[in-house]
């Protein structure tokens, strides 16, 4: 598995990290079981969030492989805070709650990462500032970072708070890139040409923030993956043809998609089952040409200038 540097932190990451949002619907058994492979599969790092089956994914994580201090170094531990039922919350006590909450259930003294999750419109970037100065120097928290936000939060949050945003993760996938089309489509009159991000992608590799792509299979909003799907023909013929070149699963290239843009990304699987999640590690070793990307995106529907 081949690692990068977590923004522009010393933290060396595998390129593929791997979600633990439906971890709940594994038994003890079968959860440790997963958990295992993808050490062995050397994808150690592991996304997870307070509102995760309202808590229970990070317990059934811990639990699952017996956390302890010797089973803990061979992990990087990333989770989320700041949704609440009907609001989002920055505040200084809600962020310091949920970290000691998080770290209770996974049964850790510290987290490698911890993400804001949704942008709280009632944001103070002095009590953001407080709580992670806080949880840096109790040690808490190592790394910090941000979950769906524009360039211009980012920039609020960076009024105040000291330590470097690592990571921005957001929505990304093959059907889902708007943040790329409109970087081809610029002063044109058509729907790509909407910049519905502010320029993210291009703000986060000249800050050195490392993108996550979540959700890397799906179109829409959580309406379903493209793998296989019907309602994408083109697409999955031509991810076939470049995943028979390779000797490869399908899924492999739709993460090798993510992986071959510059930006060096770092998506976020969310399958668990055992052998998809073998051919997402696969994504590492397969490098797309040039031509491979590009057909693979036009044949998504997506179109060029």
């Given at each position: 598995?081949?690692t990068?540097k977590?923004g522009?932190s010393t933290?060396?990451?595998?390129?593929?990290a791997?979600?633990?949002?439906?971890?709940?619907?594994?038994?003890?058994a079968?959860?440790?079981?997963?958990?295992?492979?993808a050490?062995?599969?050397?994808?150690?790092?592991f996304?997870?969030?307070?509102?995760?089956?309202g808590?229970?994914?990070e317990?059934?994580?811990?639990?699952?492989?017996d956390m302890?201090?010797?089973?803990r170094?061979?992990?990087?531990l990333?989770?989320?805070?700041?949704i609440r039922?009907?609001?989002?919350?920055?505040?200084?006590?809600?962020?310091?709650?949920?970290?000691d909450?998080i770290?209770?259930?996974l049964?850790?003294?510290?987290?490698d990462?911890?993400?804001?999750?949704?942008p709280?419109?009632l944001?103070?970037?002095?009590?953001?500032?407080?709580a992670f100065?806080?949880?840096?120097?109790s040690?808490?928290?190592?790394?910090?970072?941000?979950?769906n936000?524009t360039?211009m939060?980012?920039?609020?949050l960076?009024?105040s708070?000291?330590?470097?945003l690592?990571?921005n993760q957001?929505?990304?996938?093959i059907?889902?890139?708007?943040?790329?089309?409109?970087g081809?489509?610029?002063?044109?009159?058509?729907?790509?040409s909407?910049?519905?991000d502010s320029?993210v992608?291009?703000y986060c590799?000249?800050?050195?923030i490392?993108?996550?792509?979540w959700s890397?299979f799906q179109?829409g909003?959580?309406?379903?993956v493209?793998l296989?799907?019907?309602?994408?023909?083109?697409?999955?013929?031509?991810i076939?043809?470049?995943?028979?070149?390779?000797?490869?699963?399908?899924?492999?290239?739709a993460i090798?998609?993510?992986l071959?843009?510059?930006a060096?990304?770092?998506?976020?699987?969310g399958?668990?089952?055992?052998?998809?999640?073998?051919?997402?590690?696969k994504a590492s070793d397969?490098h797309l040409t040039?031509?491979?990307?590009?057909g693979?995106y036009?044949?998504?529907?997506?179109?060029?200038?």
């Amino acid at each position: 598995m081949r690692t990068i540097k977590l923004g522009t932190s010393t933290l060396e990451v595998p390129v593929v990290a791997v979600g633990c949002m439906r971890i709940n619907s594994l038994s003890n058994a079968e959860a440790e079981k997963f958990i295992q492979t993808a050490i062995e599969e050397k994808a150690n790092f592991f996304d997870h969030a307070d509102i995760y089956g309202g808590g229970k994914c990070e317990e059934i994580f811990a639990d699952a492989i017996d956390m302890n201090a010797s089973i803990r170094e061979k992990m990087i531990l990333q989770s989320k805070v700041g949704i609440r039922k009907g609001m989002f919350d920055f505040s200084k006590e809600h962020i310091l709650e949920s970290v000691d909450g998080i770290l209770k259930r996974l049964k850790t003294e510290y987290l490698d990462v911890l993400l804001l999750h949704r942008p709280d419109a009632l944001v103070e970037p002095d009590e953001v500032a407080a709580a992670f100065d806080l949880l840096e120097s109790s040690g808490k928290v190592r790394h910090f970072g941000v979950s769906n936000q524009t360039p211009m939060q980012i920039q609020l949050l960076k009024k105040s708070v000291k330590q470097p945003l690592v990571a921005n993760q957001l929505q990304l996938s093959i059907t889902n890139a708007n943040m790329i089309s409109h970087g081809f489509n610029v002063n044109m009159e058509n729907d790509l040409s909407v910049v519905r991000d502010s320029s993210v992608l291009d703000y986060c590799r000249l800050n050195d923030i490392t993108i996550q792509p979540w959700s890397p299979f799906q179109y829409g909003f959580f309406e379903g993956v493209f793998l296989g799907n019907e309602k994408f023909p083109e697409l999955n013929k031509k991810i076939d043809e470049v995943a028979a070149k390779y000797e490869v699963s399908n899924t492999t290239i739709a993460i090798a998609w993510l992986l071959r843009h510059p930006a060096h990304m770092q998506p976020v699987i969310g399958t668990m089952n055992i052998e998809r999640l073998r051919d997402c590690c696969k994504a590492s070793d397969v490098h797309l040409t040039r031509e491979e990307w590009y057909g693979i995106y036009l044949a998504a529907g997506n179109v060029l200038p």
